[in-house]
T-cell receptor, first 116, second 111 residues
Framework: NAGVTQTPKFQVLKTGQSMTLQCAQD?????MSWYRQDPGMGLRLIHYSVGAGITDQGEVPNGYNVSRSTTEDFPLRLLSAAPSQTSVYFC???????????????FGPGTRLTVT | SQQGEEDPQALSIQEGENATMNCSYK?????LQWYRQNSGRGLVHLIL?????REKHSGRLRVTLDTSKKSSSLLITASRAADTASYFCATDDHVGKPLVFGKGTRLSVIA
């Protein structure tokens, strides 16, 4: 199994440009999430999905869109990039979520995004 | 908003010493987990403790949970240079929502 994969690994955008960060998992996990990590801020949840066709907002959703057309893929779209979106983005998946039953999240290697 | 707060923010120890990191959280939880992040990499799950457990061991890792104080600690015994990483606690407190992570403790183990 490849686990959780993310592309690209690095990206530089100019302010106002749009792009899509790709995330895929081959573990048949229903639940997928996007986090951003900034120095001193830990991980903050952007959007998440509990299954194909179902998405919801996290703590910092503004400026980002997601969709979940298949179980495997969960792309994150930046609509109009801003310098405040410079960050490292992590995608994660799990077989369960917040039902009380224990679960662990599997993380991708991250995408390092710089917006100039 | 973030649930867990790790303490200290940074810790530097010699190889062979024990490292202790603490996590405090605000609301009731179902489970608490610890993750490790090596520089430039994604997070890796280390250990999970349920809300009805008080202590758990995994190799050189020991986790305790005190739900009355809303706190957890992670002890790494006989640390190695390879343990150098950031360590995050994460809580599962909301039905149907992903884990909430703290800001992490940066551990440096000096050989």
């Amino acid at each position: 199994n490849a686990g959780v994969t993310q592309t690209p690994k690095f990206q530089v955008l100019k302010t106002g440009q749009s792009m899509t960060l790709q995330c895929a998992q081959d573990m048949n996990h229903e639940y997928m999430s996007w986090y951003r990590q900034d120095p001193g801020m830990g991980l903050r949840l952007i959007h998440y999905s509990v299954g194909a066709g179902i998405t919801d907002q996290g703590e910092v959703p503004n400026g980002y869109n997601v969709s979940r057309s298949t179980t495997e893929d969960f792309p994150l779209r930046l609509l109009s990039a801003a310098p405040s979106q410079t960050s490292v983005y992590f995608c994660a998946s799990s077989y369960s979520m917040g039902s009380g039953a224990p679960y662990e999240q599997y993380f991708g290697p991250g995408t390092r995004l710089t917006v100039t | 908003s973030q649930q867990g707060e790790e303490d200290p923010q940074a810790l530097s120890i010699q190889e062979g010493e024990n490292a202790t990191m603490n996590c405090s959280y605000k609301t009731s939880i179902n489970n608490l987990q610890w993750y490790r992040q090596n520089s430039g990499r994604g997070l890796v799950h280390l250990i999970l403790i349920r809300s009805n457990e008080r202590e758990k061991h995994s190799g050189r890792l020991r986790v305790t949970l005190d739900t009355s104080k809303k706190s957890s600690s992670l002890l790494i015994t006989a640390s190695r240079a390879a343990d150098t990483a950031s360590y995050f606690c994460a809580t599962d407190d909301h039905v149907g929502k992903p884990l909430v992570f703290g800001k992490g403790t940066r551990l440096s183990v000096i050989a």
